[in-house]
């Protein structure tokens, strides 16, 4: 009887331990599906926030305030499931497709201010609109203000996602250049405009990528510095920093083709390249 006690007593901790481990899997698998859910919470909202960064026309610097603040509310709201790096530099991008008059005093006070070693090197957004608004927006003529129109075509859903943004966060309309839907059936019917839309759209996804991730290799995306890159291709073509970064050539001593340099030069021009100060 004894021993038939002992049975049932082992028996019934088993399945004890059994029950525990259930348990426990489904909350790793719940915390797991829980951390999936709010990063692909977070992408979609910082993608809404990104574009209103590119599409920002300059002239209204409140509506560039309540992008912080929201960025702020970003932070957060998802605290512990995001990497603060991917915002404290997101900002960054509202300094760039400015006419050349504004676009030397921006490089003058990032070169200034931001680079490593500088006073805003690892300076929060708020920090740095606010520097950026008594170095540079308060000391250019008001006519330098306004930053040249980007054209940006998106899914119907994002361009509402869009406007209820700048709707909730209370921002004029007129402080942002338009955003454009994408016409499912034209974009059907010509693949060459689906195919330019694409690309486009990846281009901005890299430079938002590398703002708001200084840390990145600029080719590969690999935790590490360009110049200790470990997938640097002979054909300096087959790299994407060669097409992105200006500083290519000089860290690795490649030549980038014809069309990387031009697609360079265009970059500088509109000043996406600040996304590699």
Known sequence: MTNEKKKEGAKREARKTQDIEMVTEVAIESTNDRELQLSRDFQSEISIIDLMIVQWKGTDFRALEKIVWELNKLRLTYEGAVNDQELNRSIVGAFSSFNPTAADAIYSWQKDYLKLGKPLAHASNKEIIKSFHENVWLKINACYHRREMRIQVVPEEERNAFLAKVNSMRCD??????????????????????????????????LNTMRRRPDLCTNCLGEHKLKTCPNIHEDASQNLAAWYDPTFAKVTGKTPPRLARENLKKNKEVGAVQAFI
Request: charged share 30%.
């Open 173 to 206: 309309i007129d402080a942002f250049w338009d955003v454009k839907s994408i016409d499912e059936e034209d974009m059907a019917q010509d693949p060459k405009n689906k195919w330019l839309v694409s690309a486009e759209q990846m281009m901005m996804s890299y």
